[in-house]
């Protein structure tokens, strides 16, 4: 009689739906991570949403099968973040913040996701059939590949970024990232 694996999260049956996951959570953080609003001078990008919101059901199955998966690899991740986590605390003390909206992103990127991608999304990726996760991979790399590729030509051609309000930037930063590169030019002759 096979019996299943005590290990075995019951995500493991949905191969389908983990995909739908890998694929919303490759588009959010790669092709589209700056798209979405600003809520009170803080920075709210559909990343943030589907991140935060995706993290529920993870959490919810790890609630009810009783174990919190935190193996050594993802307790060293952790760990490796301690030091920047350090200084930023240390600098948002010391130095203080202009803008409290890039503090609470500051905050935001650096201690919540992090926990939420290698704690949380983790059981996810666990319950992911590794044969599975590395076609998926095979097709979403070049994906982006070519994304960024072509994100590279579109400005070196118009000398402008591609943007898109609330796909590609947030609505508010709309025209402000040609403003926000530093670049050293040599006065005409």
């Known amino acids: 009689m096979n019996s299943p694996s005590k290990h075995r999260s019951p995500l493991s049956h949905s191969p389908l739906w983990l995909s739908c996951c890998l694929g919303g959570l490759v ?7 700056k798209g979405g609003i600003k809520v009170y001078d803080i920075p709210v990008t559909w990343s943030y949403f589907y991140v935060g919101f995706g993290a529920l ?4 199955f790890t609630f009810l099968s009783g174990k919190v ?7 060293v991740s952790l760990l490796a973040l301690v030091p920047i986590q350090t200084l930023i605390l240390f600098s948002l003390k010391t130095e203080g913040y202009d803008d409290f ?3 609470v992103a500051l905050v935001v990127n650096w201690f919540v996701l992090p926990i939420l991608l290698i704690v949380v999304w983790g059981v996810l990726f666990d319950a992911y059939p590794v044969d ?11 994906c982006t590949s070519f994304y960024g590729l072509a994100l ?28 926000s590169i530093t670049c050293v030019e040599t006065p005409p002759n």
Do not use: E, W
């Open 27 to 33: 588009a959010c953080l790669i092709a589209f991570p």
């Open 101 to 103: 909206g890039n503090a």
């Open 69 to 75: 998966v935190l193996n050594s690899i993802r307790f």
């Open 152 to 179: 590279f030509i579109y400005r070196q051609v118009t000398g402008d970024f591609f943007q898109i309000p609330y796909l590609t930037v947030n609505v508010d930063d709309m025209g402000t990232f040609q403003k």
């Open 57 to 60: 059901l993870p959490v919810l």
């Open 132 to 142: 599975t996760l590395f076609l998926a991979l095979r097709v979403v790399l070049p």
